[in-house]
């Protein structure tokens, strides 16, 4: 970790602010936080009450899954009597990690098979988890062929063990739709259920395992069909992982991987996620539609 050193020169703290601007800034910024609540020998438990947080959320900002606005960065700084020059810095670093982190496929996937351990942790550690998908199935729904042939589209593509390895860390995954302490809300576009990757039977499966997952009580599908008056646009597919003391979002653009855990930008992904409910039918409409798409591609499957 790049770790400006105690009594450390203005230079030396914004040369450690502009490394961490190019690694993980959530993780350098509760790194800084938690060296200097060190050297300020204060316990996690106190600092948490002086600064008006709870211990554990304390916990989450020093480890970098939690982002603090930068009025609670600022009040921390002051509980630990940290020097201009640290609050500078802490103010760089605060101001980086509230914004989206990119990585490239290629950087993600260096010396590991795949991602799905990654998307694992968001799950597990999150409450309520909102996934909107424009263009295919999401990944907890998917069934293993449909999730095989996508696997198999993806650039730059998996060598077949590393696509084997993808696959089985997927459908593991799905276990966490029947953990009774977590909700999972599904938006889904008509023309993601429209999505075929292989013969007209892959995609039937699927949607026999969409309508079998919607009966579970954790579970929730809003579909937004092709002809509804449209209350926003439709943006890339995008996933807000919702706990008791923050938030983060996570999308797929085509360069990388994105995650946003800056409460700003949370916010304007769950604006966006309310404009598309609006756009969506669930329940019993919900259950019809995706019957009805099921009998049609049926119809078209054995003519």
């Known amino acids: ?39 300020a020998g204060i316990s996690g438990r106190e600092l948490a009450k002086r600064v008006g947080i709870s211990q554990s959320t304390l916990s989450r900002i020093e480890a970098g899954t939690v982002v603090p606005p930068l009025p609670q960065v600022l009040d921390w700084a002051k509980a630990v009597g940290a020097e201009a020059d640290s609050q500078s810095s802490l ?8 914004s989206p982190e990119v990585r490239d496929w290629t950087t993600s996937l ?6 799905q351990d990654d998307v694992r942790a968001f799950e597990e550690d999150a409450h309520v988890v909102r996934n909107f998908q424009p263009a295919l ?8 062929e449909y999730a095989r042939r ?11 063990d590393a696509a084997a390895a993808a696959l089985a860390a997927r459908l593991d995954r799905q276990r966490v739709l029947y953990d009774p302490a977590k909700q999972f809300e599904f938006l889904i576009t008509e023309a993601a259920l429209r999505f075929r990757p292989g013969p007209h039977r892959v995609l039937l ?13 954790t579970v929730t599908i809003g579909v937004i069909p092709q002809d509804i008056e449209a209350s926003t646009t439709i943006p890339h597919g995008f996933v807000i992982y919702e706990n008791e003391d923050h938030a983060l979002a996570s999308a797929e653009p085509i360069p990388g991987s994105m995650v946003t855990r800056g409460p700003e930008l949370v916010d304007a992904h769950r604006r966006r996620w309310d404009a598309l409910t609006r756009m969506a039918v669930f329940d019993v409409e919900a259950r019809s539609f995706l019957s009805d798409l099921r009998d049609e591609i049926h119809r078209v499957a054995t003519d």
Not at 2 to 13: D, L, M, T, Y
Not at 150 to 160: E, G, I, K
Not at 205 to 217: G, K, N, P, V
């Open 137 to 144: 199935v999401p990944g907890l729904l998917q069934t293993a």
């Open 150 to 160: 996508v696997f198999a589209t993806f650039d730059p593509p998996y060598s077949p």
């Open 205 to 217: 499966a699927q949607l026999d395992r969409i309508i079998s997952i919607e009966t579970l009580d």
């Open 91 to 98: 103010r760089t670093l605060t101001e980086a990690a509230h």
């Open 1 to 39: 970790m790049n770790r400006p050193a105690e009594g450390a020169s203005i230079a030396a703290v914004n040369a450690a602010s502009s490394v961490a601007r190019h690694s993980r800034p959530a993780q350098q910024l509760g790194t800084e936080l938690r060296r200097l609540r060190d050297i």
């Open 110 to 115: 260096a010396g590991r098979p795949h991602l």
